[in-house]
């Protein structure tokens, strides 16, 4: 706990902190330029999910080498997310089918 990391630890952290900050970016241009409901849920869904484990395991690795043992945590966090981002936007997307076929929209069934 000398607070000294090798550059190349540095270097990856600092990579992988870039990735999600460009994969979070990219997600949200999807929902500014999508042009429904059903086609926006996937893009910043997709990003997060990447974003998180990109930040996560730049977390896990700048820690596990300035405390000299591997930090499990934050993988706990991007586990979690990988497991609950799917369920959530299967959720999201029955309300918003539920809600188009109460308002009588031409929603297709599901085959």
Do not use: C
Request: proline letters at 5%.
């Amino acid at each position: 706990m000398n607070g000294w990391t090798p550059p190349w630890v540095d270097a990856l952290t600092a990579v992988l902190v870039v990735v999600g900050a460009l994969a979070a970016l990219i997600g949200s241009f999807g929902v500014l330029r999508l042009k429904s409901f059903f086609q926006r849920v996937h893009a910043p869904t997709l990003g997060a999910t990447l974003g998180t484990w990109s930040f996560t395991l730049a977390t896990a690795v700048q820690v596990s080498f300035e405390r000299g043992q591997f930090y499990l945590h934050a993988l706990l966090i991007a586990v979690f997310i990988a497991l609950t981002a799917p369920v959530t936007t299967v959720f999201l997307m029955r309300a918003a089918v539920f809600r188009g076929r109460m308002r009588g929209e031409d929603i297709p069934a599901a085959e």
